[in-house]
Every structure is written in structure tokens, then in C-alpha cells.
């Protein structure tokens, strides 16, 4: 996990202004590593900051996914998740357990890549590719 000085030098280094709120929510997004709702996050932030508003969390995660520090990741039950891991990844998804977890793998990364190089889609240019991969965790 990151230390408070990592998080407050990544929002610096996306020109951020540091509050309490937004270091609180980089802090939950990253202890939570299941990919957290915006609902769980006002449950594990509104710990450490009482009386905080749930549309404060809201508010502070459309900043950080306009700033590229989170990415939303939809879920097939239409759950709106926050996913705090930049580096490329795909997604795990288990909809019997509404689970979710990251999942790296530059080979799979080179042949998606190779593959839509080589297969233009008429009319559309592919700029990034992200699975989500279904089924179910053992």
C-alpha cells in the first residue's frame, strides 16, 4: 500500500489540490483492492472523516477518473466500480460473487494487439483494449 506521501505526490503530480477527502479516498481505493463501489468507499472513508457526504465521494472519483488516477470498470450486474491500478490489466469478473480482480498478462496484451493491427475495423480506430473476463473463482 502506498504511503500518504505517495498518494500526495500522485495527486500533485496530476496538478490536484490535496484535501483530506481526496488523500482519504486514494487511501480506501487502494486498501480495497476488489475494485470498491462508490458506496463502499463512503463506508470505509466516512470511518476516518465523520460526516463526510456520499457526494463528496462521488465528486472526488469523477476527478480522478478525469484526471486518468482511476479507472471505472462496469460489472454485468451494472455495478459501477473504481479500479485504482493504472498500469494496463484486464478484469476477472465472477457475477455469482460480484468479485473482481485484476489480471496482467503481456503476452495476451501482444496478440490482442498484433491481432487489431493487423484487422482494421472499418470506420473505427481501436486506441486501447481492456477484457473483462467472465465466469466463476474456485
Do not use: W
Not at 73 to 86: E, I, P, S
Not at 117 to 137: A, C, E, P, T
Amino acid at each position: 500500500m502506498e504511503s500518504v506521501q505517495d498518494i500526495v505526490a500522485r495527486l500533485n503530480q496530476a496538478g490536484l489540490k490535496i484535501t483530506p477527502q481526496r488523500v482519504a479516498v486514494m487511501q480506501s481505493l487502494l486498501k480495497l483492492k476488489n475494485h470498491p463501489t462508490a458506496d463502499e468507499l463512503f463506508a470505509e472513508v466516512a470511518t476516518t472523516i465523520p460526516g463526510l457526504s456520499p457526494t463528496t465521494i462521488y465528486n472526488v472519483l469523477d476527478v480522478f477518473v478525469k484526471n486518468g488516477l482511476v479507472k471505472r470498470v462496469k460489472t454485468d450486474a451494472d455495478v459501477m466500480r473504481y479500479d485504482a491500478v493504472t498500469e494496463h490489466h484486464h478484469h476477472l469478473y465472477c457475477a455469482d460473487s460480484d468479485r473482481m480482480e485484476d489480471y496482467f498478462d503481456p503476452e495476451l496484451d501482444h496478440l490482442l494487439h498484433e491481432y487489431f493491427s493487423k484487422r482494421k475495423i472499418n470506420g473505427f480506430r481501436v486506441s486501447d483494449i481492456r477484457l473483462q473476463l467472465m465466469g466463476n473463482f474456485d
